[in-house]
T-cell receptor, first 113, second 111 residues
Framework: DAGVTQSPTHLIKTRGQQVTLRCSPK?????VSWYQQALGQGPQFIFQ???????QRGNFPDRFSGHQFPNYSSELNVNALLLGDSALYLC????????????FGPGTRLTVT | GIQVEQSPPDLILQEGANSTRRCNFS?????LQWFHQNPWGQLINLFY???GTKQNGRLSATTVATERYSLLYISSSQTTDSGVYFC?????????????FGEGTQLTVNP
């Protein structure tokens, strides 16, 4: 049973650049949520995708955008990177947008210099 | 928005000890999950527990939804239990849902 996968594992970018992170959901899941985790803090909800549409959005600027593909995989895009965007980005999948349990991938660690 | 508070922020134990950590939340929630985050950042599902009590080996969890708190209990701690334990509550809205996390309890188990 394939779990949630994310790529890349690590990424180093320069301030002002753009980045794309990728997520494949757990087998049988159709909903993907993205979270940002700064060092020493709990994860913060960015947005949720279901049926290729953004269903919920947290308190993040428009520089953060996403996409979901017909195979349920998802991308997180961040434009005009700031130093404060350095964090662990976690993807979670579930069976439906109002689901009972979310399962997380291993994360992508983004460093902005 | 909903507030989630976890206590204590840190626990340092000797191998074999028992411990409890608490999660308080400020509003009604649809569901609650406990996670263990290992040193590599992976969040591992421990319990999905909107109410009641569940046990899985040395771990058990209890959620009292009417009083807005949950407890996670670990018995006979092992060094591999070290890491951060997060409580997350789910607010389910018309179009979707989101998890709101607490700040976590950092557990260190010494041999």
């Amino acid at each position: 049973d394939a779990g949630v996968t994310q790529s890349p594992t690590h990424l180093i970018k320069t301030r002002g650049q753009q980045v794309t992170l990728r997520c494949s959901p757990k087998s049988g899941h159709d909903t993907v949520s993205w979270y940002q985790q700064a060092l020493g803090q709990g994860p913060q909800f960015i947005f949720q995708y279901y049926e290729e549409e953004e269903r919920q959005r947290g308190n993040f600027p428009d520089r953060f955008s996403g996409h979901q593909f017909p195979n349920y995989s998802s991308e997180l895009n961040v434009n005009a990177l700031l130093l404060g965007d350095s964090a662990l980005y976690l993807c979670a999948s579930s069976s439906g947008p109002r689901a009972y349990e979310q399962y997380f991938g291993p994360g992508t660690r983004l460093t902005v210099t | 928005g909903i507030q989630v508070e976890q206590s204590p922020p840190d626990l340092i134990l000797q191998e074999g000890a028992n411990s409890t950590r608490r999660c308080n939340f400020s509003d009604s929630v649809n569901n609650l999950q406990w996670f263990h985050q290992n040193p590599w950042g992976q969040l591992i599902n421990l319990f999905y527990i909107p109410s009641g009590t569940k046990q899985n080996g040395r771990l058990s969890a209890t959620t009292v939804a009417t009083e807005r708190y949950s407890l996670l209990y670990i018995s006979s701690s092992q060094t591999t239990d070290s890491g951060v334990y997060f409580c997350a509550v789910e607010q389910r809205e018309t179009s979707g849902s989101r998890l709101t996390f607490g700040e976590g309890t950092q557990l260190t188990v010494n041999p």
